[in-house]
T-cell receptor, first 115, second 115 residues
Framework: DTEVTQTPKHLVMGMTNKKSLKCEQHMGHRAMYWYKQKAKKPPELMFVYSYEKLSINESVPSRFSPECPNSSLLNLHLHALQPEDSALYLC??????????????FGPGTRLTVL | AQKITQTQPGMFVQEKEAVTLDCTYDTSDPSYGLFWYKQPSSGEMIFLIYQGSYDQQNATEGRYSLNFQKARKSANLVISASQLGDSAMYFCAMRHYGANSKLTFGKGITLSVRP
């Protein structure tokens, strides 16, 4: 199984809502990532979990809260978002560690619209 | 610091012809990996090909090959026998050694295949 799954595929939320994005992989990967991507732009790294510990937080506003319940799951909790947070949110995973240039496998993304 | 440059405007190619997508990079670290990803309009980032900085031969994966010129710091993607399904955005990316090393993306190139 070389797939990263993400749910939901589409999400529309108001600025006062609380929602969560979910990501799952069953490849035994130990590194998982959240990216934000605006239209026609490259992905921007938000968070990295390595061996279930948060290793990188790219100064993301606190209205985005990541969680890694176990090595296969990654969540992104959303609260009090702004319209400018509307974007494609991509999850990725890789084998982890620094001893090789492991490719990152991406999920299909969640298209988020904040009203 | 590492940087990826993709300067071509939208590219067009006739079906069944070959096309080259340019990528140059800048880094002072001798150990790195270069990646190409394809992103169709559906949003999913699809890994295409990888080249390590110490690899002696250019990488190939089916219709994709990477023209790696280390001295010129270029890593161009060559797609042979273009298909309509190749129409997408293509991102070049680089990652260094190290557990917390990030994947740095270029701004991307849009490829359109004409029937």
């Amino acid at each position: 199984d070389t797939e990263v799954t993400q749910t939901p595929k589409h999400l529309v939320m108001g600025m006062t809502n609380k929602k969560s994005l979910k990501c799952e992989q069953h490849m035994g990967h130990r590194a998982m990532y959240w990216y934000k991507q605006k239209a026609k732009k490259p992905p921007e790294l938000m968070f990295v979990y390595s061996y279930e510990k948060l290793s990188i937080n790219e100064s993301v506003p606190s209205r985005f809260s990541p969680e890694c319940p176990n090595s296969s799951l990654l969540n992104l909790h959303l609260h009090a978002l702004q319209p400018e947070d509307s974007a494609l949110y991509l999850c990725a995973s890789s084998q982890g560690g620094g001893r090789s240039y492991n490719e990152q496998f991406f999920g299909p993304g969640t298209r988020l619209t904040v009203l | 610091a590492q940087k990826i440059t993709q300067t071509q405007p939208g590219m067009f190619v006739q079906e069944k012809e070959a096309v080259t997508l340019d990528c140059t990079y800048d880094t002072s670290d001798p150990s790195y990996g270069l990646f190409w990803y394809k992103q169709p309009s559906s949003g999913e980032m699809i890994f295409l090909i990888y080249q390590g900085s110490y690899d002696q031969q250019n990488a190939t994966e089916g219709r994709y090959s990477l023209n790696f010129q280390k001295a010129r710091k270029s890593a161009n993607l060559v797609i042979s026998a273009s298909q309509l399904g190749d129409s997408a955005m293509y991102f070049c990316a680089m990652r260094h050694y190290g557990a917390n090393s990030k994947l740095t993306f270029g701004k991307g190139i849009t490829l359109s295949v004409r029937p």
